[in-house]
């Protein structure tokens, strides 16, 4: 049996090829409100980086390969999505706002007990899920396992209950 990966290991970025990189920087940055912590084009390199709260990079965008590319037709291999996580509902629910303010369509949202998350889709096809886990003792068992759930449904606009009427 082999030796459990270490408890504190995380995900640090995702890296995503983009056919538009001025389209996809703004994307990120306009619409799901990352810093721009690099762009590329203003140093001879065709990549941006974005971040939230400072880390030098959460999202990684490049053209490298994929300049004028297309994305993959459905039914091929690839990314599903990545998951961007909020640190609480309301949080969430200024995302959602924000992506419904600058026109973009939710895909879909979900409440499987452990989170509730929506899904999208940037410029370049890439899959996103919105999302922000539940408190950890209100989604694990006594001995601290996940409590999956079937997923129910969850409109994206219900979310912005959350924000009253700020």
């Known amino acids: 049996m082999s030796e459990s990966i270490h408890p504190e290991v995380r995900i640090g970025h995702a890296h995503l090829r983009v ?3 001025r389209r996809a920087t703004d994307f990120y940055h306009d619409v799901l409100g990352f810093d721009i912590t690099l762009y590329g084009p203003d140093t001879g390199l065709d990549a941006a980086s974005l971040s939230a709260g400072g880390y030098h990079h959460h999202i990684g ?3 490298w ?3 004028g590319g297309t994305p993959p037709p459905p039914g091929h291999t690839g990314l599903y999505h990545i998951a961007i996580l909020y640190p609480d509902r309301r949080e969430l629910a200024k995302a959602v706002k924000r992506v419904l303010d600058h026109g973009h369509i939710f ?3 979900q409440d499987d007990n452990l989170s509730e998350s929506v899904y999208l889709s940037d410029p370049d096809g890439n899959g996103l899920e919105l ?3 539940r408190p950890r003792e209100r ?3 006594e001995q601290g396992k996940p409590i999956f759930e079937m997923p129910k449904k969850l409109n994206p606009e219900d979310l912005l209950e ?3 009427s700020d």
């Open 19 to 21: 056919v538009d990189l």
């Open 61 to 63: 965008l490049n053209t």
């Open 65 to 67: 390969d994929s300049a």
């Open 107 to 109: 895909t879909g949202g």
């Open 131 to 133: 999302t922000y886990d």
């Open 139 to 141: 989604w694990t068992d």
């Open 162 to 164: 959350e924000l009253g």
